[in-house]
Each structure stands twice: as structure tokens, then as C-alpha cells.
């Protein structure tokens, strides 16, 4: 039986860390794959100037097919790792300029030739995988993972692999012992810009028989944690400055967490071979007071039944629009939309429309499937 964790602490802040080295990075990606592809005067100096912003104005130009080119922004310190993924795209030999080239750290309880190490690091690959055969994203920036059966573990693995990319996240261990125990009794997870934490039950041993038990369930959540990953590159936050807070970029924590809800359910039937049903998911959605106009804010989905109010709402949208248009919100909002302006870019309605009807359409099994058909 699965034990279902909260989830929802992907809005916690980023590293308070230089930002800077992440910015140049990007920015030499771009430089480098422009160069690559004979853009004249671009070097690789991690400082954007006239001709690189002339080159990537030139690409987008030369490819007007690629519907990822034509979403990204205008290219700055913040959009750069957009840049850098959807070049990419473009040939897979420019992917090797790619921070996210280079493998994540990846540490367990238990050290480096763990069975914990090792199912995180099959876990993470697996579901990035699934991510590029799904929805064609490889995501230009790197996260590095932790696990551990413990909060007070998870925390010092964290705080560890953050001082080796540089400062450590102020209060790590209040944001992961407030979701993961010591031992920890459940499974959950929490998304960083830059790093993705799980924890699983503590066990007697951990073996091939444990990791044959804990992988569906660890695997799902990393499905659930790496969209929230997507979410962040696609809205350019991964950059972290004043302007860039996660919450304001990335929009309602129902949106936030129940396309992450979705994600997680399609790797969960793609992979595993479980999933609901409509009248499932709908059921699961049914009987609950909040709306999702009181879900907007950070923090404010906090059970599993709000968790999975959001995810039928989530549902309702991908069956009607199809999951490229639930990609593309995010994109949408890196263009610098508002909440609205992108649920409208994406979707056609607005977002206050829609959460007005979703309240029949939870209650209405009709209504809701002539919805997710398009009718």
C-alpha cells in the first residue's frame, strides 16, 4: 500500500547561493552551441552581448517550426537556460553544452554503492527518460538528489551536496524534517531549484528485496518531484534573485501541484502498469470544501485530499487540451505572463473561469467528461 507523503513543499525558496555561476553557465551553453552552429563573433564568456543576443534572435529565425524557440523570451541571465535546452533541441550533438550533460550527485543513506544510492540513482534516470520520451524536455539544468530514511540525515546529505555547488540553503533541516521524521514513518518529497530530497520508511535492511518493494513508490514520487524540476526551467526560475521569487513565477500552488499530480499518474501507468479511472479520479475530487480559488497561494495545498482535488483539475485540462498545453503554461509564465495571462495563452479561458466551472464539473460526471472531450 502505498503511504502517501506531502508533497507540496516544491514551493520552498532557493539556494540563497551564487546565482551568477548558475547565470554563466547557461549563458556559455548558449554561447557554445551558437558557435557550434556557426553564429559568427560568439564566444563562450558566460557575459551576454550584442552577438549572442543577435544569434539567438537569428536561430529562432532559421527554425520557426520549433514551437519551443518561438515560447522562450528574449534572451537574458534568466531566460538563458531556456535557450540552452530548446538549442538543443534542435541537434543532439549541442546537447553535450548542456549543464545538465554532466550527471547529478546523487547520494544516499548508506554512501555511494548503496542499495539507497542506487535506487535514487535508477529512479532519477528512469524518470528523466520518461520525461524526454514523453514530452520531448531534457532540461538544460542540473539537480542534484538525496535520500535517507531519516529527516536529520536527509538534512546533512542536502546541506552537503549544496556546499559542494556552494551555500547551503538557510534552515535546511526546519524545511526537511518538517516532512520527513527521524526515522521517518512515510514517504515524501521536496524540489529545490537545483535539488530534489526523498525519503522513504526506515527499514531493518536494505536489500534487493527492499528495493524491489520501495522503487514503484519512490519512482513515483521522483516523477512527482523532476515536474516540478520541468516547472521551474520552462518558467526560467532557475536563477535565483529578488525578482525571480518561486511562488510569484510559477503560479497557483493548485496548478503547481496537481500537474505534478498528473505527471506522476501518467509514469505510474506507463510504467508501472496502475492508474485510476475518470470516475476514479473524479470521486477522489468530490467531497471537499476548498476550492481552487483557495488553493492559490503557497502552501495552501496541504493533504491528499486537496492533492487530489488539484490533480482531477489538472486532469480535466489535459484531457480537453493535451499535456503539451499544460507544458506550455510554464513557458508561458517564463515569458514574464501573469497567472492569467498564461492559464489564458495556454488553455483559452481564464483561470477564474475555469476554477468557477471545475466546481460542477467535479460533481457532475457528465459534464466533466463532455469537458474532457472538448464538447
Known sequence: MRILAVLAVSLLPGFPQAAEQWEKDQIACVQNQLATLGISGVSPTGKINGATKAGTEAIRGQYPSAAGLALLPKLSGVSAVGWCREIAALQPALRRFMPSAQPPLVTGEGGQGSMQTRLLATAFRDVEQFFQSQYGIRPASRVDVAGAASGEVLTQLAVNLQ?????????????????CDSPSLRYGGQAYRNQLLLCWPVAKQYDKGWYSKVYPVVSS???????????RELANDKVSTGANRSQAKRGPAWMTEGTAELVEARWRRAKLGKGKSFAELQKAAHDHPKTLGGMHGWGSVKDAHQYRVAHFAAHLLAERYGDQAIMNYWRYIGQGQSWDGAFRAAFGESLSAFSSRFETLRHNTAQAKAYAAGQ
Not at 514520487?221 to 516547472?231: D, N, T
Request: glycine share 4%.
Open 221 to 231: 514520487i521522483m516523477a512527482h518531484e523532476y515536474m516540478h524540476h520541468v516547472q
Open 163 to 179: 556546499r559542494q555547488r556552494g551555500r547551503s540553503i538557510a534552515r535546511m533541516k526546519d524545511h526537511v524534517t518538517d516532512n
